[in-house]
């Protein structure tokens, strides 16, 4: 897929959130439970705590991760002054995307569908650092879904503090 007008949603990505207390979005709570159902992804790689917020009409998505203090990653990166990965943040934002698109085409799952693959990073960039301890917001967009590829943009915040936001692609598998 060519992604036309990146700059401007990278730029838009940067200046605000994707998900916006609007009232739009409808709250919801989806545990680890429902995320099983719309993820192959299990522990120590799966990347959200839960879904808070979905809105189908504008395709958006918020959910939540608390970064634990005992996560193993932290014994390597770092040992001194522990910082969760830009990667593992990336990972999450392209998990929560992929709940997104299940969620949004309810009336095609079935287990074929967590064949998938991510197969482009577009952009992504790291505004500030993630810390033990931090319970993170990520949104998620779709911005293409034709079905065999969906791209998706992404943010995480710290509160009111941008820490990462991305743009990727993924193909779903037959």
Known sequence: ?????????????????????????????????????????RDPFLLIDAIDALDREKKIIRGVKHIQKTDPVFVGHFPDKPVYPGVLQVEAMGQLALCLVRLLNTEDMDDSSLNIRAIKIHHAVYMAPVYPEYDLAIHACVIEDNGITAICAGQIYNGSTLCSCCVQEVYFVE
């Open 1 to 41: 897929m060519l992604l036309e007008g990146l700059d401007e949603i990278i730029k838009k990505l940067r200046r605000s959130p994707i998900y916006k207390n609007s009232g739009d979005a409808k709250t919801h709570h989806m545990g680890r439970d429902v995320i099983h159902t719309l993820l192959p992804h």
